[in-house]
């Protein structure tokens, strides 16, 4: 309508006038409905050209989107494993939380008796080092024993030997042979007790070492599992539908506890989607307006930080069937990524408000460029000038919303 209005009095407005005074010519009598449509039809068809290319300038150069909104990222509260609520910190169904606070604790007893049972082990582990430690003293106890016998047997045999050597009729042959066995006995008596004792330190210095270090890493184990038990926060935020109670079963995959909204999501970025066909006009830099609902009456100065150079509706997931582009019922639109101009100029708009956004084209470093000529800079100063029609629509949204919005939309 605003266009319109602008286009009609550079030729309706002037062709009218020069009849009503210039020709003096009067409304009801000369003037009527036939003859204002027969006289001005030339002024209506070149006002009604006039306002589909300023609009199409417009809309093209100085793109306009009411698909804005301050997104903000949330975090579902779930455990790691299923488990009955054994305990709640959070009162209510909203509450602040800082990280690292627990939220909820989940029934700890099997986990507990799991890592008991590994500081049962280690206990038991420790006991067994001792008798190892004891055992092999026995086991050096029986070594030397052993050899001790083995010499007492040596010694009996050697005198035997020299006897027999001096008086072979003083000693029988048999009692020779004996000896000798006794001695093969005695020394296989000393190797039985160097391998019980190599056996013992064996188990003292790799057996018992190796079962202790696997209890550990199950007392580890089990009370990395008692830890997370214990729900808690990941970062500053706010809890919200937090609908536990004690006694409910939580299930990771399917009944998450409440959503955790970190402190700051949402605040001060604002992410608009723009239509396909102004691709080529968006780019970052652009200087950019926006009136958001949660903060009526008031036009936030912007600037575009990013463009996202993929459209989401094209995306597609690798599956067993052929994708068919007839699918794509939505076009889809160019994502851009907003930032207030000023420090603070988001301030006071609720994360997740909708908002509707300009965005301005400037060609002034083309303009002022050398090798622009006069006609192309007329026009580029035409295409930036008219970028004004924009900005008082969206002041005019701004500030006719909240009444549409409370009055004349019944306060919905």
């Not at 029934?107 to 500081?119: L, N, V």
């Not at 016998?149 to 042959?173: C, F, H, W």
């Not at 050398?370 to 035409?382: D, K, N």
């Amino acid at each position: 309508m605003l266009e319109l209005l602008l286009c009609s009095m550079l030729t309706i407005l002037p062709d009218y006038l020069y009849r009503r005074y210039g020709q003096g010519k009067r409304i009801g009598k000369e003037i009527t409905p036939y003859s204002v449509w027969f006289e001005l039809r030339w002024g209506i068809t070149l006002c009604l050209m006039l306002t589909i290319g300023l609009i199409t300038t417009v809309f093209y150069n100085h793109p306009a989107t009411t698909n804005a909104t301050a997104f903000f990222r949330t975090i579902p509260i779930l455990p790691e494993t299923n488990g009955r609520v054994a305990e709640i910190y959070v009162g209510g169904v909203s509450g602040e939380v800082k990280q690292g606070a627990p939220i909820f604790r989940l029934d700890d007893s099997k986990q507990e008796a799991a890592a008991e049972t590994a500081r049962r082990r280690i206990v038991e582990i420790d006991a067994a080092m001792v008798v190892a430690h004891a055992d092999i003293q026995a086991a050096e106890g029986k070594i030397q024993e052993a050899r001790s016998s083995y010499q007492q047997a040596v010694d009996e045999l050697a005198t035997k030997q020299e006897i027999y050597r001096r008086n072979p009729g003083a000693v029988a042959t048999r009692d020779i042979e004996k000896l000798k066995v006794a001695v093969q006995g005695r020394q296989g008596g000393i190797d039985a007790a160097v391998a019980t004792m190599e056996q013992s330190e064996a188990q003292l210095s790799t057996l018992l070492p190796a079962q202790k270090a696997s209890a550990e890493a199950e007392l580890a184990q089990a009370e990395v599992d008692l830890s997370k038990t214990v729900i808690r926060a990941g970062v500053n935020g706010r809890v919200e539908q937090f609908t536990l109670r004690v006694g409910d079963v939580v299930n990771p995959l399917m009944r998450p506890a409440g959503v955790l909204i970190p402190e700051g999501a949402g605040q001060g970025r604002l992410q608009a989607g723009f239509g396909q066909v102004e691709a080529q006009v968006m780019k970052v830099g652009m200087a950019t307006e926006a009136a958001c609902a949660s903060k009526p009456w008031t036009v936030i100065p912007m600037v575009v930080t990013g463009v996202q150079d993929f459209i989401a509706a094209g995306q597609f997931r690798g599956g067993e069937q052929l994708l068919d582009p007839q699918q794509v019922t939505q076009p889809g639109t160019i994502l851009t990524f907003l930032e207030p101009l000023y420090e603070g100029g988001f301030n006071g708009v609720t994360a997740g408000s909708s908002c509707v956004v300009n965005v301005y084209t400037s060609h002034h470093e083309e303009i002022i460029s050398p090798e622009t000529g006069a006609m192309r800079r007329i026009v580029l100063h035409v295409v930036d000038g008219v970028g004004l029609v924009h900005a008082m629509i969206l002041r005019i949204h701004a500030l006719v919303y909240p009444i549409q919005t409370l009055v004349l939309g019944g306060g919905h």
